[in-house]
Each structure stands twice: as C-alpha cells, then as structure tokens.
T-cell receptor
Framework: LAKTTQPISMDSYEGQEVNITCSHNNIATNDYITWYQQFPSQGPRFIIQGYKTKVTNEVASLFIPADRKSSTLSLPRVSLSDTAVYYCLVVDTGRRALTFGSGTRLQVQP | NAGVTQTPKFQVLKTGQSMTLQCAQDMNHNSMYWYRQDPGMGLRLIYYSASEGTTDKGEVPNGYNVSRLNKREFSLRLESAAPSQTSVYFC???????????FGSGTRLTVV
C-alpha cells in the first residue's frame, strides 16, 4: 500500500494559486492518484484523479511527474470557500477501498 | 438527486445500548463503505461491501457489524456502544471502487 505524505496545513489569500504537493514514493505501476476535499461537518468530495502528466477539470489541476513519486494539486485563484481539508490518496487497484490519511488543512484568508 | 442519504444525522447513546445507522444510495453503485472520523483525524474504514451480497472488514471493524440489505442500502450496527465509538460516521458509495466515491453528510454519534 503506497503511503502518502502531504503538509499538515497551508495558508493562502484570496485570489492566489495554491499548490499542495503529495509524495508517494512507493506507488506501484498500476496505482493512480486521487484527491478529495472536505469541508467542516461534511463528507469528503471527490475533486480529481490522474495517472500521469496533467489532468484538469473545472475545479483543479493535477500534475504528476514522470516518476510518479509525487503529485501536485493546483487550485487556481482560491476564495474563502476553498478553506477545507484536502486529501491525497493513492488508489491501489489491488484493494477495494480508499485509505485516508490526515490531509492538508488549507486556510484561505481575505 | 439525493446521492447518499444517512440517517440519523445525530444520535446520543448510553454505554451498552445498541443502534443501527442507515445508509442508502440512489446511483445504482455497486460498492458501499462505512468510515468513521474522529476529531482532527482522517477517515478510517470500518467495513465495506464491494458488491451486493458481500461485506469485508476494514481497518477498525471491532464493535461493529454491517448488512448489505440490497444494492441500495448498507447499514452499520453497534451492538453494545462504547464511549470510544463516539465519532462521525460517513457512508460512501462508488460504481467500481476505483472511481470517485460519493459520501453522505454523516451521522454524529455520541456515546456517554
């Protein structure tokens, strides 16, 4: 099971781009990376998922270098409503359920 | 679209009491999951059901039982509640288990 390491917390200001980097040094060939967002008192919400290079959707971009030992979630022009906990997970195709770590607590200030 | 619905939203139990947390999804997903989240922590998997008719233990199954009643419903039962089971419980579902999970809004359980 590939373990992930991400910052415990990050601070930003409205309008800035935020990049949260996650390391997963022992990711296996068939594993892929997924990110979730969790607001207080709510369940996590799926944000984005990728295997390599770059994936972009309406919410975020995910950058994965060629060695796949890390990934970076990029949130463009954050607002106060982006204040949340962000979880990086490696999806082990041999397992049947996601394992969550402690996540990164992002605080966006005015 | 309701997505994943959990009931109740809040519950207070006395030590030793039993209760069942209900979860239903309307997305025709095959896989369903129960997680617990303690304050300031990430989610820990209790049990999951990869498909209708199957259930498997997760990281922290002790003190819990589950039933996959049908494809839509997956319940979690505490037979004899303990203060250590005070937590927020989340149910989730996914189509294959390798795609995005949809979570419910949680059940906040306090055992006194």
């Amino acid at each position: 099971l590939a373990k992930t390491t991400q910052p415990i917390s990050m601070d930003s200001y409205e309008g800035q781009e935020v990049n949260i980097t996650c390391s997963h040094n022992n990711i296996a060939t068939n594993d892929y990376i997924t990110w979730y967002q969790q607001f207080p008192s709510q369940g996590p919400r799926f944000i984005i998922q990728g295997y390599k290079t770059k994936v972009t959707n309406e919410v975020a971009s995910l950058f994965i270098p060629a060695d796949r030992k890390s990934s970076t979630l990029s949130l463009p022009r954050v607002s106060l409503s982006d204040t949340a906990v962000y979880y990086c997970l490696v999806v082990d195709t041999g397992r049947r359920a996601l394992t969550f770590g402690s996540g990164t607590r992002l605080q966006v200030q005015p | 679209n309701a997505g994943v619905t959990q009931t109740p939203k809040f519950q207070v139990l006395k030590t030793g009491q039993s209760m069942t947390l209900q979860c239903a999804q309307d997305m025709n997903h095959n896989s369903m999951y129960w997680y617990r989240q303690d304050p300031g922590m990430g989610l820990r998997l209790i049990y999951y059901s990869a498909s209708e008719g199957t259930t498997d233990k997760g990281e922290v199954p002790n003190g819990y039982n589950v039933s996959r009643l049908n494809k839509r419903e997956f319940s979690l039962r505490l037979e004899s509640a303990a203060p250590s089971q005070t937590s927020v419980y989340f149910c989730a579902s996914s189509e294959t288990g390798r795609d995005g999970y949809t979570f419910g809004s949680g059940t906040r359980l306090t055992v006194v």
